[in-house]
C-alpha cells in the first residue's frame, strides 16, 4: 500500500495525495474513513477546530467505532458547532450555550449504550458553562470532552475568553491582566479520570489521544489548542499558531492499540509505559520525561505549573486514573436504555408504590 500523506484544507476533511487508497481502505466494521465524515465545514479556512475534526474522523475510524451507536453533543460557539463535520450517521444534540456538561449528564442517565463525544469551546465551558463542567467531572460522567481551545469567544468576534493568558494581547492591542483558567489542571483538581492536552495541528499526538478517551470510562477531558485564524493569530497573542507551535512541550509519544489487537511491544526500559484501558484498549507511552507518571497527580499538577510558569504547553496523556467508577455505576442507573424499558417497568403497579411510600415513611 502507497504511503499516504495527509494535509489540511478549510473542509475539516483529510485530503488524500492518494485518493483512492483512502476511498477503498476499510476498518473492522467494513466503513472507509470517509463514512465517518459530516457535511463540509463553514468555519473559516485555516481555523485549528477543522483540523480537531479531520483528528476526531481519523481516531472513530482507526477504532472502528460503529457511528450509529455514538451521540454527539456540543454547545454554542464555532466549536459547538463541529459535530454537524463528523459522523454524519450519529445521533446529536446541540444544547444552549454552556450546558453540554449538564445535557451529558442527563445522557449517560437514560442512555448508557450509546457513546458520548462532546466538543466544547474555551468560552462555552470555562466561562458560562463552568458550574456545569466541574460538576459533570466531580460525578465522572462517561464521556469524550473535547474543548477546543482558542482563547477568544470565535463565534461573537474574538473578545478574551478565561483561558487567554495573563499578558496576551487581543488584535486590536488591549492587554488580558486577568490570569488564565488552566483546564487540564481545573479538570484533575474536579476529578476527571483521564486528562490530555494537545494540539490541533497534531495530529499524530491527537488522533491516539481521542482513541483513549474513548476507550476510557468516565470524564475524559481534552483541552486542545486551536488557533483562531481570525482574531487571535497575531503577534501579542499566546494562542497563535506561532506561539503555539514554538512553546508545546510534549511529555510523551503515544501508540494506541485496540483491544481487538492482540499486538506485543517492544518496551524501552525506564522510559516507556503501557497504560490498560476500561475496554482492554492500550496506550503505550514512549516517555520523553523518563520520571513522569500519569497516575501521580501531585506530579501531574506541579508539572503543568511548571509549564504555565515558563510560557509552555504540556502536551500528553498528563492524568489517569481508572480506578474512579463512572456516574452511571456509581448511581446503580439502569443497563437498558430508558426508552426501550416495558411498561410494566415504567409504571410499577399500585401495591409497589405503597410499598415504596411506606419504606420513605419509616
Ligand atoms: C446565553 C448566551 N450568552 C451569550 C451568547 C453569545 N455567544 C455565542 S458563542 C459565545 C462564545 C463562544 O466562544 P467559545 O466557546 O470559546 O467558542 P469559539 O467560537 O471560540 O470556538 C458567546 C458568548 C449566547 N449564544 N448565549
Ligand atoms: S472565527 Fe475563529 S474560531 Fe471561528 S471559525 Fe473563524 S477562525 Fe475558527
Ligand atoms: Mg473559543
Redesign the pocket.
Known amino acids: 500500500m502507497g504511503r499516504r500523506r495527509l494535509q489540511q484544507k478549510s473542509s475539516g476533511k483529510p485530503d488524500y495525495e492518494d485518493k483512492g487508497v483512502a476511498e477503498k481502505k476499510v476498518n473492522r466494521i467494513n466503513l472507509t474513513e470517509k463514512d465517518y465524515e459530516g457535511t463540509p465545514s463553514t468555519?473559516?479556512r485555516?481555523?485549528?477546530?477543522?483540523a480537531i475534526t479531520a483528528s476526531v474522523i481519523r481516531a472513530f475510524f482507526d477504532s472502528s467505532v460503529d457511528p450509529r451507536k455514538v451521540v454527539k453533543l456540543s454547545g454554542i460557539?464555532?466549536?459547538s458547532?463541529t459535530p454537524a463535520y463528523f459522523l454524519g450517521q450519529a445521533f446529536g444534540f446541540n444544547a444552549v450555550h454552556g450546558r453540554m456538561s449538564a445535557l451529558a449528564t442527563g445522557a449517560n442517565g437514560v442512555n448508557r449504550t450509546l457513546i458520548p463525544i462532546g466538543v466544547s469551546?474555551d468560552g462555552d465551558t470555562a466561562a458560562i458553562g463552568l458550574g456545569n463542567f466541574c460538576h459533570m467531572m466531580r460525578r465522572n460522567v462517561n464521556i469524550t470532552y473535547i474543548v477546543?481551545n482558542?482563547g477568544?469567544y470565535?463565534?461573537t468576534?474574538?473578545q478574551f475568553s478565561a483561558t487567554a493568558d495573563k499578558g496576551s494581547r487581543m488584535k486590536g492591542g488591549k492587554l488580558n491582566d486577568m490570569p488564565a483558567i488552566d483546564l487540564a489542571e481545573l479538570a484533575i483538581t474536579f476529578g476527571a479520570t483521564y486528562v490530555a492536552r494537545s494540539f490541533s495541528g497534531d495530529r499524530k499526538q491527537l488522533a491516539p489521544l481521542i482513541q483513549g478517551a474513548l476507550a476510557h470510562k468516565g470524564s475524559a477531558i481534552l483541552d486542545v489548542l486551536?488557533?483562531?485564524?481570525?482574531?487571535?493569530?497575531h503577534e501579542g497573542s499566546t494562542k497563535s499558531l506561532k506561539y503555539i507551535r514554538e512553546n508545546l512541550d510534549p511529555i510523551q509519544d503515544l501508540d494506541f492499540i485496540p483491544y481487538y489487537e492482540n499486538i506485543e511491544v517492544d518496551y524501552k526500559e525506564g522510559t516507556d509505559q503501557e497504560v490498560t484501558l476500561h475496554d482492554g484498549s492500550r496506550i503505550v507511552l514512549h516517555k520523553l520525561r523518563s520520571d513522569y507518571d500519569p497516575s501521580n497527580k501531585m506530579q501531574a499538577l506541579a508539572a503543568i505549573h511548571a509549564a504555565v510558569a515558563e510560557g509552555k504547553f504540556l502536551t500528553g496523556l498528563i492524568y489517569y486514573d481508572p480506578s474512579r467508577p463512572d456516574f452511571a455505576e456509581q448511581m446503580n442507573l439502569c443497563e437498558t436504555p430508558l426508552a426501550e424499558l416495558g411498561q410494566d417497568l415504567l409504571q410499577p403497579p399500585a401495591e409497589l408504590l405503597d410499598e415504596i411510600n411506606a419504606e420513605l415513611m419509616k
Open positions: 468555519l473559516c485555516g481555523c485549528g477546530h477543522d460557539g464555532c466549536s458547532k469551546g477546543e482558542n477568544v470565535g463565534l468576534k474574538g486551536s488557533p483562531c485564524v481570525t482574531f487571535n493569530n
